[in-house]
């Protein structure tokens, strides 16, 4: 049993996957605006979180001595893992807010 939505701009139902950028079979509306904003939204967000995380690793690079490459790759897990909580906490904030 598939899943149905009724367009808002022409009023047909429309097969819906429940997806935020499912548009509708008739005239190509979106039938859920709304919740297409808000993931559109939270994935410029997490591009720059990504954006973020990547600036603050350190590029190892082959001609790196052994000492080097290890300090980079501590100081590299160290800093994912606290992305890691950081973005643990943001995410239930805002699970909590919604
Ligand atoms: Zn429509």
């Given at each position: ?6 367009c808002p701009s022409c ?39 990504k954006k973020k995380i ?45």
């Amino acid at each position: 049993m598939k899943a149905q939505k009724k367009c808002p701009s022409c009023g047909e139902w429309s097969p819906w996957l429940q997806k935020p950028d499912d548009r509708c079979f008739y005239c190509d509306a979106l039938l859920d605006p709304r919740a297409h904003t808000i993931e559109q939204e939270r994935a410029e967000q997490e591009a720059e979180n990504k954006k973020k995380i990547e600036a603050i690793v350190l590029p190892i690079h082959p001609e790196d001595g052994f000492f080097a490459r290890l300090g980079k790759r501590v100081f590299n897990v160290v800093q994912l893992v606290f992305v890691a909580i950081l973005s643990f906490f943001i995410w239930l904030i805002t699970v909590m807010a919604g």
